[in-house]
């Protein structure tokens, strides 16, 4: 491809990686829902990313990206990453604040700052919201002892590992209910309305279940709380 890859392309793009990375069958469906646009805007954009090939679409409606989509979409979560630590790590930014900054940056990075990013930042490590480049699939969160907030147990402390950074008005919702990534909550109370009733440093607050979902924690140890 000598044409360079449109801002709207790598959108769907970085989408497509970071739902597979979830563990979902992207179809696209889930493309309108993530990134908030219309049905036909979908079509005519995955026509696009097809055509010139980065992206393969089969009989079972999955969207399936190329060698050359998943690179273009690695390099983009890449740039995404580097930017959120640069505004929080450097530049001291909220962590709530900088994953919309960081949406409208990561298109403006240029190689040779994107590596000297890499070299000040390096290209492993979590983000100020707890995340990897490419976010985890459950399972494997579960494999390393993590649960949802919602699924955890009445009476008992956890810490925040990670938080769903890709909704905006979530991550103020949570830093206002005194919840950000490596916070000790207390689950206080299941309620019969799914809700959960939670204690942080910060005092109580009542969460419902679609927050609760995009929250991961471990359960306090005798080590953490030694510490």
Not at 63 to 73: N, P, Q
Not at 76 to 98: D, K, N, P, Q
Request: proline share 4%.
């Amino acid at each position: 491809m000598t044409d360079s890859i449109t801002v709207s392309k790598e959108d769907y793009l970085k989408a497509i990686l970071e739902a597979e990375s979830e563990g979902h069958h992207v179809i696209p469906a889930t493309l309108a829902h993530w990134l908030s646009v219309s049905a036909p805007a979908v079509t005519m954009a995955l026509k696009r990313l097809k055509r010139d090939g980065f992206v393969d679409v089969k009989a079972d409606g999955i969207v399936r990206l190329t060698a050359s989509g998943k690179e273009t979409a690695y390099r983009t979560a890449l740039r995404h990453h580097l930017i959120e630590r640069m505004l929080s790590e450097i530049f001291g930014m909220e962590w709530y604040e900088i994953h919309a900054e960081a949406e409208r940056l990561e298109h403006a990075v240029s190689p040779a700052f994107e590596a000297r990013l890499i070299e000040k930042l390096g290209e492993k490590g979590a983000c100020p919201h707890g995340n990897t480049v490419l976010p985890e699939s459950p399972s494997q969160r579960r494999k390393r002892g993590l649960i949802q907030l919602s699924e955890a147990q009445e009476n008992t402390d956890y810490i925040v590992t990670s938080l769903y950074e890709r909704d905006p008005r979530l991550l103020v919702f949570l830093h206002q209910s005194g919840i950000s990534p490596s916070t000790r909550i207390r689950l206080i109370a299941k309620n019969y309305d799914q809700t959960v009733s939670i204690e942080t440093a910060s005092g109580q607050a009542t969460l419902g279940r679609p927050a609760a979902e995009r929250i991961w924690v471990k359960r306090v140890t005798s080590r953490d709380s030694t510490r």
